[in-house]
């Protein structure tokens, strides 16, 4: 029988892993175009992000590069700016879903992406990807603890990490440059470094999202360990503040 306490560990660590892969692959990799991973890498990223997340990758690149494209302005997906912070911390997903389900947005903003024979056959197949990682909880687990566990790491991804990026990086924190999206070097350490939200807005082709020598960016050191062992390249160029002061960018 598992014991209690290794359920909302199991949870937090598979919350984790899935914002990690969302930040460093989705997001970097994809959405950006400031890493590039080796072939057999990048199906291991989507496999994980497929059994935990069951997301399209299509889907998350063009919501974000059209958030980018409309940051808190009209066409901007998930605003608080322009629809509420508290609407945008609990309706995040709706608001996602909403968007990834334009044919337009997947056209204009994720053309480059193109589905291959993985994708058709198998990644595309989202409830598919989450009922089998929460079948191999239940197995490694126990029924019981695994439901829970899968249902905690859902609720943590879903609820809490992704709208507290979108919802408060745009609403109030610290801020480097001068664009509307804010930091909190403190949430950044649980983030995977994407609450450096205002670093990244500065400079979206940069692999790091920190600056400042008290920013911390989890994200940043799994791919420095990755790059040396030959899984990714980096080919975005690291930000910097300016001549070690402030430096004032567009979002």
Known sequence: MTPFWIVPLVAVALAQVATIATSMYLHRALAHRSLVFHPAADVVFRAVLWLTTGQDRREWVAVHRKHHAFTDRDGDPH????????????????????????????????????????????????WVGVTLGTTLLCLALGPWPGLIAASAHAVLYVLVVAPLINGLGHWRGAQNFSNTAYNSPVLAWVTAGESLHNNHHAHPRSPKFSVRWFEFDPSW?????????????VTGTPATLAHGGEQFADP
Do not use: C, H, K
């Open 79 to 126: 605003s608080p700016r322009l629809r509420g912070l508290w609407r945008v911390q609990f309706l995040n997903a709706y608001y996602y879903v909403r968007e990834a389900r334009n044919p337009e947005t997947i056209r204009r903003f994720a053309s480059d992406i193109r589905e291959d024979r993985l994708d058709r056959t198998l990644f595309a197949r989202g």
């Open 221 to 233: 050191l799994v791919i420095r360990a990755l790059a040396i062992l030959g899984v990714l390249m």
